[in-house]
């Protein structure tokens, strides 16, 4: 049984700044490549960036220069730094792992979820 938590969405202004992060407890042997998504209502869930176990970053054209991903292996953990916040970043953001655990290998999990919007 894996499952990602995610916290840290809310409320902000265009221009505005948010971090989310999204954390593996339980027993974990190795996380690959995590990256986050995001599901804007009626469009299609999209890439926003990913990152590898050695920390190496590709993120999507929509958001370079403004969104940062960083992780810590120790704790099993990954972060979204966003800034310069646009309204048309408002969506569910989700995050996503290459987790391998001892009773069920290796497979992508995913969280659950946390709203992020952008209003003025």
């Known amino acids: 049984q894996v499952q990602l938590v995610e916290s840290g969405g809310g409320l902000v202004q265009p221009g505005g700044s948010l971090v989310l992060d999204c954390a593996a407890p339980g027993n974990i042997l190795r996380i690959d490549n995590m990256g986050w998504y995001r599901q804007a209502p009626g469009k299609q869930r999209e890439l926003v960036g990913t990152i590898t176990r050695g920390a190496n970053t590709n993120y999507a054209d929509s958001v370079k220069g403004r969104f940062t991903i960083s992780r810590d292996n120790t704790k099993n953990t990954v972060y979204l730094r966003m800034s310069s916040l646009k309204p048309e970043d408002a969506a569910v953001y989700y995050c996503?792992?290459?987790?391998?655990?001892?009773?069920?290998?290796?497979?992508?999990?995913w969280g659950q979820g946390t709203q992020v919007t952008v209003s003025a």
């Open positions: 996503n792992a290459d987790v391998t655990t001892r009773g069920s290998g290796r497979s992508a999990y």
